[in-house]
């Protein structure tokens, strides 16, 4: 569990990121695809049924979590983030005012996998997001922020 300043706030984000995750699940079954492509210069996601898009989002990238490592790394200090997307993950650095806690402006801290989907919630906070989806990646889960999920 992170340490927070303002506990409240985490505690309201990870309540709504979990009504939001069960309503992705329900309405686009988003845990039932076997496959996904994201694409890191455009922000955009496609959950695969086989070859085929079956839906479609586009996203903001949070950061990334290292089961081996147990540690957290944000998007904007990744060098395979860049351009528009990487100065919308920039933004979250804004949080650190609001929870108190300096993680938002370090480029990696400590994390478990329980602490990485607290920040993922304060990020679907911070941006609006319909959700969160992360994509197990090579020992790490890549954090990405949901918007304009659509069934193709």
């Not at 528009?84 to 402006?105: M, P, Q, R, Y």
Request: glycine fraction near 8%; include cysteine; charge should be negative.
């Amino acid at each position: 569990m992170l340490e927070m300043a303002n506990s409240k706030y985490l505690d309201d984000c990870y309540t709504a990121l979990e009504q939001k995750q069960a309503a992705l699940v329900d309405e686009y079954q988003i845990d039932s695809f076997g496959g996904f492509d994201f694409d890191m210069n455009k922000g955009t996601l496609e959950f695969k049924q086989g070859s085929i898009a079956r839906v479609t989002a586009n996203f903001i990238p949070v950061g990334s979590f290292n089961e081996e490592l147990q540690t957290w790394m944000w998007a904007w200090a990744n060098g395979g983030v860049t351009g528009e997307l990487n100065e919308k993950a920039e933004t979250i650095k804004v949080l650190e005012d609001k929870t108190g806690n300096e993680i938002f402006s370090a480029e990696t801290c400590p994390a478990d996998e329980s602490s990485a989907w607290e920040i993922a919630a304060m990020a679907c906070d911070h941006y609006q997001g319909q959700g969160v989806f992360a994509a197990p990646i090579e020992g790490l889960l890549i954090f990405m922020v949901l918007s304009d999920v659509t069934s193709v």
